[in-house]
C-alpha cells in the first residue's frame, strides 16, 4: 500500500474535491462534520462502563471518544512526521495524519447501541432466540442474516456516517476515504466464501451487506489489498486508531472506577505507576501532591504520554509489514509495556466491567432492546404484510418509528432484508435513556402525562 494513496482526500459522491486550504483542509472538515453531527450527539447519553449513571464525572461515550481523538491525533502525527521523513512525502504533512485519525477516533464508538457491548448481545441474542427474530429473518440470504445474527457495534458506525446520517446523499456525511478507511478496523463483510483471514484485523466485521458496496469503492480509492471476496487489507492508520482506543479505555477505566469507589486507591496506583516509564520519578511527584484523586489523574496522563511514545516506535518498525497487509497483531501486545497494560485489562474485566451496578442496568438493557425489537419489527413486518388490514395495535405504533426507519409515507419498504435493518437502525441509535422511556411507555410501566 502507498502513503499517496492511504491519505486519499476524495469523497463518496462528490466528482469534485472540495477546493481545500492550508487553514482548514479536508481532513479537519471530516472532523468538523463529526461534530455536528446528531449521531456523535446522542453518545452523550451512551453507555461507556457504568450505564445510566448518576455521577456527574463518569465518563459517557461522548467523553472517552474526545479522548481517545486526543491521544489519536498526537499519536496520528507523530507517526505522519516519522513517516514523512521515512518516505520522503512532499504534499502530505503529519498534521494530516494527525487529523485523520482524530476524526476517525472521534466517530469510533458512534454506531455503538444502547448498554455498549452488551446492547450488541442482546440484540443478537434477540435474533437468535426471538420467535419473531427468527421468522424476520427466514426471507433473507445466508449473508444477511449473518448481520442481525452477530450484529456489530463498528458496522453499525460505518452505516451511520456513510448512510444514515444525511442520508440524501451518497456517502452519507461524505467523509474522505481516507477517513473512513481509517475509521474501519475490521476491514471485511459479515458473511465470507471462505474463512475470515488470519489477524486483528479480521476478529469482527466493519461493514453490512447493504454497505458492501460502498465500501468496495473506499478500499479501491485507498489502494487496500483485497484478501478475498467481501475482504481487504486494514488501512494502517486503523491500527493507531486501535490502539488510542485500547490506550484510552483501558487507562481511564480503572481511573473511573477509582472515582466510583469500585477500585481501592492502592490498586489503582499499582497499576499505573509502572506505566509511566519513570516510576521512580512519578512515586517522588506523588508525595508532592495531597489528595488521592490528583494522584490518579498525574498517573494515568503520564501512563498515557509513555504509552503513546511507546506505540509510535512499534508502528515504525513494523511499518513495512503493516502496508504489507501482512502484520497480524495488536500493536499495545508488542510495546514494552505490554504486560503491564495487560494487567490493566485483566483488571477492569475481573472487577470493574462485572461490578454489581454495571450487571444490573445491562442485564435489564436485554429486556428493553428485546423488547424494543419485538414491538417494531412485529409492527413494520405486520404493515408490509397486510397494509391496511394490519392490526390496529400496528398502524399506531407505527407512528412511533421516525419515517426515516419506517418507510416513505410509514408504508415499509418491500425488501425484507432492509425492512429489518432500518427498525435495527432505529433502535440501536437511541440513546441509553430514551430506550428505557420508551420501553416503559410501550410496556405500560410507565405512562405518558399531559
Not at 418509528?401 to 419498504?413: M, T
Amino acid at each position: 500500500m502507498d502513503w499517496n494513496r492511504l491519505l486519499s482526500r476524495a469523497r463518496p459522491g462528490l466528482s469534485h474535491p472540495h477546493p481545500g486550504s492550508e487553514a482548514r483542509t479536508d481532513f479537519q472538515r471530516d472532523f468538523d462534520r463529526i461534530v455536528f453531527s446528531s449521531a456523535f450527539r446522542r453518545l452523550q447519553d451512551k453507555t461507556q462502563v457504568f450505564p445510566l449513571s448518576q455521577s456527574d464525572y463518569v465518563r459517557t461515550r461522548l467523553t472517552h471518544s474526545l479522548e481517545v481523538s486526543s491521544v489519536g491525533r498526537s499519536l496520528g502525527t507523530m507517526v505522519g512526521d516519522s513517516v514523512r521523513r521515512r518516505h520522503g512525502l512532499q504534499a502530505i504533512y503529519p498534521q494530516d495524519f494527525g487529523a485523520v485519525v482524530a476524526a476517525a477516533c472521534l466517530a469510533h464508538d458512534i454506531g455503538n447501541p444502547p448498554f455498549g457491548h452488551a446492547g450488541e448481545d442482546a440484540i443478537r441474542l434477540w435474533f437468535t432466540t426471538s420467535v419473531t427474530g427468527r421468522a424476520a429473518l427466514e426471507p433473507l440470504t445466508a449473508a444477511q442474516r449473518q448481520d442481525f445474527l452477530h450484529f456489530e457495534g463498528n458496522a453499525q458506525g460505518f452505516r451511520i456516517i456513510t448512510r444514515l446520517q444525511s442520508p440524501d446523499n451518497y456517502g452519507g456525511m461524505q467523509l474522505t476515504c481516507a477517513t473512513l478507511g481509517t475509521f474501519t478496523k475490521y476491514p471485511r463483510a459479515s458473511a465470507l466464501a471462505m474463512p475470515p483471514p488470519a489477524g486483528i484485523a479480521f476478529k469482527k466485521f466493519g461493514f453490512y451487506q447493504d454497505d458492501l458496496a460502498l465500501f468496495a469503492e473506499v478500499a479501491m480509492q485507498l489502494g487496500l489489498e483485497p484478501v478475498g471476496p467481501g475482504a481487504w487489507s486494514r488501512h494502517p492508520l486503523a491500527y493507531v486508531v486501535e490502539a488510542a482506543d485500547d490506550i484510552c479505555y483501558r487507562i481511564i477505566d480503572v481511573e473511573d472506577a477509582f472515582r466510583l469507589q469500585q477500585l481501592p486507591y492502592d490498586q489503582v496506583c499499582a497499576l499505573l505507576l509502572p506505566l509511566t516509564g519513570e516510576p521512580e520519578s512519578a512515586q517522588r511527584k506523588l508525595l508532592q501532591v495531597t489528595r488521592p484523586k490528583e494522584r490518579i489523574e498525574y498517573l494515568r496522563a503520564k501512563a498515557i504520554g509513555a504509552i503513546i511514545d511507546q506505540v509510535h516506535d512499534c508502528f515504525m518498525t513494523h511499518e513495512n509489514a503493516i502496508l504489507a497487509g501482512a502484520f497480524t497483531e495488536e500493536l499495545l501486545d508488542l510495546i514494552p509495556a505490554a504486560a503491564a497494560m495487560r494487567a490493566l485489562k485483566a483488571c477492569g474485566e475481573a472487577q470493574v466491567y462485572v461490578s454489581r451496578p454495571v450487571v444490573e442496568v445491562e442485564a435489564a438493557g436485554f429486556e428493553v432492546l428485546g423488547g424494543l425489537l419485538e414491538a417494531f419489527v412485529t409492527t413494520v413486518n405486520d404493515i408490509a404484510a397486510h397494509g391496511p388490514a394490519a392490526s390496529p395495535k400496528s398502524r399506531m405504533l407505527v407512528h412511533l418509528i421516525p419515517e426515516q426507519f419506517a418507510g416513505p409515507g410509514r408504508e415499509p419498504v418491500a425488501d425484507p432484508y432492509r425492512r429489518v435493518l432500518a427498525i435495527t437502525d432505529f433502535v440501536s441509535s437511541m440513546t441509553d435513556s430514551y430506550a428505557v422511556t420508551l420501553f416503559k411507555k410501550l410496556t405500560g410501566i410507565s405512562l405518558p402525562t399531559s
